[in-house]
């Protein structure tokens, strides 16, 4: 019976039974690293035996431009921001491309809802992005939780929980997940380790049909370096523009014969969308 895994290390990690029992984990060193949300089997030492094929994998870039899994098996990403810190200008934007990129559908939250919205992106592209058909949900956690919207979105499958540093995310969790103090006591049990601090991500289990997963917080989330077509992939509102451009391999800069420039000229494609990709497209050409 298949077991998933709830938090990896460098060569051990915690594992879930189809009981709800958690046990430890021993990877041996032939198997690459398994990520949380493997669905795992083991033997009857608690050693890693084999990873069932992935449906797909969720990551960051690291600062030489390589990709860095996170977690895997994902049916959505909760991407977090708040007024408070506001964003950058671009995380949304690369949190959204890294979702597309590997077929996991995104879900905007914006938490700390009850304080006013900077007036800056992108914040000011928010209705942009609903437009588009991004799904957007506003939540809050203070003085007493609001999240009965987010709740209902996520009541099956698994979802990861990802945004930068201070925007609540740790107060979504617990507010989505009733019983986490008896699921992280009952981790450290077998981890021996505190409960308090979150620094891989790991998976809760939410009611008998959906898992949460939480993120380490960040400060900025960066892409992977990738070719210009995988990062197309990222901005799906582009490629049915894309496809009609004049060269295979335009940019959507100043080409001649540019229908993505068309587009967003004649209101089709909204400009916010092709300025975050030029932005993209330049990140991506310095890590060469």
Request: aromatic letters at 6%; proline letters at 7%; glycine letters at 8%.
């Amino acid at each position: 019976m298949s077991s998933r895994l709830i938090q990896a290390h460098a060569n051990h990690g915690v594992a879930m039974n189809a009981a709800g029992e958690l046990q430890p984990v021993h990877f041996p060193r032939r198997f690459e690293r398994p990520l949380p949300g493997d669905w795992v089997e083991l033997d009857a030492h608690g050693t890693l035996t084999a990873v069932h094929d992935r449906q797909n994998r969720f990551g960051r870039g690291d600062g030489r431009g390589r990709f860095r899994p996170i977690a895997a098996n994902l049916d959505r990403a909760i991407i977090v921001i708040a007024p408070e810190p506001a964003p950058s200008r671009d995380l949304l934007h690369r949190y959204l491309a890294a979702c597309a990129i590997h077929a996991i559908e995104p879900l905007i939250v914006v938490n700390k809802a009850d304080l006013p919205l900077p007036q800056q992106a992108p914040f000011t592209e928010l209705e942009g992005f609903k437009a588009l058909g991004y799904p957007l949900t506003l939540t809050r956690c203070l003085p007493t939780p609001d999240v009965d919207a987010l709740a209902e979105r996520i009541k099956s499958g698994t979802s990861l929980l990802a945004g930068q540093s201070g925007v609540g995310k740790s107060s979504l969790l617990n507010a989505l997940v009733p019983d986490l103090d008896a699921q992280t006591g009952a981790l450290s049990r077998v981890t021996g380790k505190g409960t308090h601090t979150t620094t891989t991500a790991t998976v809760h289990r939410r009611g008998e049909n959906a898992w949460l997963i939480d993120t380490p917080g960040v400060w900025e989330f960066g892409l992977w370096q990738m070719d210009a077509e995988t990062l197309q992939r990222g901005f799906p509102e582009l490629a049915e523009h894309a496809n009609r451009c004049k060269f295979r391999d335009c940019r959507h800069r100043s080409e001649p014969g540019c229908a993505v420039r068309k587009a967003v000229e004649s209101g089709t494609l909204p400009a916010f969308r092709h300025e975050a990709w030029l932005r993209l497209l330049a990140e991506q050409e310095r890590f060469r």
